[in-house]
Each structure stands twice: as C-alpha cells, then as structure tokens.
C-alpha cells in the first residue's frame, strides 16, 4: 500500500511543477496529496500547514506561529533564497529548512545579461515599431571595453562575469569573502565596495538577502552607494538577486534626477509591485516580475529536488543543502 503524503505548495502550478513532483514520486511507490496554494494568500497557507508532510514556501512567509502549529512538517524546502522563513522557530522545532544552491545560477545569469544587452539597446522593441511603420532608429552603445561591476561572486556571480567576459567586457566583483579571491576567473579583479562603485559602467547585484548581522546585505546600496557610483560611467543597474538589497526610494530619487542613468529591476522590496509603484512609471526602468530563475530546465531542477528530498526525509534520511544556520543540528 503506498504510502499518502501532504505536500503543501506556495505557488500557481506552470504546468511543470505538479506533473514532475508527481513523476519523481509515484516512482517510488509514494501517493502525494498536493495542495496548491496562491503565495500571498496567508489564512489558506495557516490553515493547510497545519497537517502537511512538506512545505515548499516558494516567496510566501511563514511565521514562528504557522511553524509552532506545523505538528507534521517534516522539511522546509526553499528555492534558492530563504528570508522568509523565521529560522529560529524552525530551529526550535528542529526542522530541517533547504534551499538549492546553483539550481537557477544559469537562467538567473542569463537574465541578468539579457538586461545588460536591453539596457545597451535602449529597451526599445524595434520590430514593434516596424509593423507601426515607424522608422526610428536612434543610438544605442557597445559593451565592449565597459566595464562591469559584479556585487557576489557566487555561481550566479561567475556564470555572469564568464558571459561579460566574452563580450569583451572588463569585469569586476566585491565579495564578502575576500579571502577566495577571484577562483581561477584570472579576467575577473576582485575589489571592495568603495573602489566597485567608482570604476563601473554597470552594476549587476547578485548577493542573497541577510537582514542583520556583519553579513547584512539589507539596504547595501543606498543614497551614498547610489551617488558614488552615478559620479561617472554609464550609470546602470541591474538587480536580479533581492529587492531590499537596494533602498528602492533611493534608487527612484536617482532615477528622477539622472544620477542613476538606467535600471533594471526583476526584484523589488514589497512583491508583487504596486500598481502605483513609481518605478512603473519612469522611463528609464526596465521591470520584469520576479522571473529570473523561471526558465523550463531550472523549474525542472527545482521540483526535482523538493521530490528527491521529500523522498530523504520521509525514509528518515538527511535531506540535500541544509540552510547554514541549522547545519549543526543534523
């Protein structure tokens, strides 16, 4: 007889998620009762949790309160950032919370070029103007020679600085741990922040999300970040890794007055953005909806280790990257 899990999903179905959790398992003799459930809707998430096997939060929060009345969960597994989990609580409960370090890094990398290349291009959709009969050709600017200013130097971080690098780019990285330097990238210079800012065209933000502590990266890059990096080259900016990593009023004041001559945004510091948000507005922004990390082979990546690591945990065995901060305890 197999054996039925509750498996409690914060996030719509793309048409990948159900069908490849469903096919890892079932293959292993496992029945799941799957219940999706949308990431903002937090009544329906406190009241599901309560009797589920797995959580896979996705970008909901889960409360110390929703852990505490999780009298089932076996594993919190994450994507690849987990801010929005109370760590201690699960701590408390000794609950083992995972992400996947690496699963997105290529389609998150690939993204961030994209901007690069949409930001060089003026963001214009030629070939709309075209079927308008438009014919306005303007100027646009090459990469290569510019150089790019990389804040992480992790796998999203080098997969990047090795695609600029081909485009004849001159790349630079800050990383916290400056001990590992450059890891054999011999193109790529690491420098500190101050020295970051000053020399880049573009800067491309690809730390994770830390909200205290001497790691914080919360609110990096604010008004004085923002000015000294606007006092010369092109003035772009590109974040595809956490809102709250940029103070986003900031970043909209140096929009307004130019010091910040482009951005490109697909993560904000509220989720989903306000229809009134300002950087809807202005036309120096280029926004996508938190899709970085969506392309088909990630997803699959994705949902392939939240079933091979619901299949560890339920045959009592260690699940696969255990989140720092809980190592210890497994």
């Known amino acids: 007889m197999s054996k039925v899990i509750k498996i409690l999903l914060c996030s719509d179905d793309d048409g990948l998620m159900l069908k490849t959790i469903e096919d890892v398992l079932s293959g292993m003799g496992i029945e799941e009762k799957v219940v999706l459930v949308c990431d903002t809707d937090t009544d329906t998430i406190a009241k599901e949790i309560v009797d589920a096997d797995i959580v896979y939060p996705d970008k909901a929060i889960i409360t110390g309160e929703m852990i505490r009345s999780a009298k089932s969960v076996k594993l919190f597994q994450y994507g690849t950032g987990y801010d929005t989990i109370d760590i201690e609580a699960a701590k408390e409960r000794r609950i083992p919370v995972c992400n996947m370090p690496g699963v997105t890094a290529q389609s998150v990398a690939e993204h961030a070029l994209y901007f690069v290349l949409a930001l060089a291009k003026n ?30 130097f992790g796998n999203i971080g080098k997969i990047m600085a090795r695609m600029a690098h081909g485009l004849g780019m001159n790349v630079i990285a800050y990383r916290r741990e400056k001990g590992k330097g450059n890891e054999g990238l011999d193109s790529v210079e690491i420098v500190d922040l101050d020295s970051l800012l000053v020399r880049s065209d573009i800067i491309s933000l690809h730390l994770p999300l830390v909200k205290q502590g001497s790691c914080k990266t919360m609110g990096l890059i604010g008004k004085r970040e923002i000015e000294q990096f606007g006092e010369g080259g092109l003035g772009w900016v590109i974040n595809t890794s956490r809102g709250p990593l940029i103070n986003e009023g900031d970043l909209i004041d140096a929009l307004k007055n130019k010091v910040i001559r482009k951005a490109a945004l697909d993560v904000f510091e509220a989720e989903p953005l306000s229809h009134n948000s300002e950087l809807r507005k202005l036309p120096n922004v280029i926004l996508t909806p938190h899709i970085a990390g969506d392309t088909k082979e990630a997803l699959i990546r994705r949902y392939t280790l939240i079933a091979d690591n619901t299949i560890k945990v339920l045959h009592d065995e260690k699940p696969q990257f255990i989140i720092k901060e809980l190592k210890s305890l497994f």
């Open 123 to 152: 963001d214009r959709d030629y070939g709309v103007e075209m079927r308008e009969d438009c014919w306005n050709r303007g100027v646009t600017c090459e990469l290569a020679g510019k150089t790019l200013g990389l804040l992480g």
